[in-house]
């Protein structure tokens, strides 16, 4: 099993981006899928969560600035970012609960992107 996290890049502050994370392998579920971020020079930290049932958790910095949702059929999950700040820079990863068919339950990580908001 492999996550494949995309969709970083330089963008102006206010604008806005949208992250994607791709789950590829012998997939049977997903449980608890997650968006991490690591500023330089800090320690990484939780962005957003989402269950297998929709329930979604965020950081309070960025509560009403993004959404985090998930496409099961595809395997894939998204973090939706507005208002950007020049604090949000960082690079971000994917993380997910996935059960596999050879694998059984594990946690996985994504290679991270990095978003840079310029001020």
């Known amino acids: 099993v492999q996550l494949q996290a995309s969709g970083g890049g330089l963008v102006q502050a206010g604008g806005s981006l949208r992250l994607a994370c791709v789950a590829s392998?012998?997939?049977?579920?997903?449980?608890?899928m997650g968006w991490y971020r690591q500023a330089p020079g800090k320690e990484r930290e939780l962005v957003a969560t989402?269950?297998?049932?929709?329930?979604?958790n965020y950081a309070d910095s960025v509560k009403g600035r993004f959404t985090i949702s998930r496409d099961n059929a595809k395997n894939t999950m998204y973090l939706q970012m507005s208002s950007l700040k020049p604090e949000d820079t960082a690079v971000y990863y994917c993380?997910?609960?996935?059960?596999?068919?050879?694998?059984?339950?594990?946690?996985?990580w994504g290679q991270g992107t990095l978003v840079t908001v310029s001020s």
């Open positions: 993380n997910a609960d996935i059960r596999s068919l050879y694998d059984g339950y594990k946690n996985y």
């Open positions: 392998g012998t997939i049977l579920s997903f449980n608890v």
């Open positions: 989402i269950s297998s049932g929709g329930n979604t």
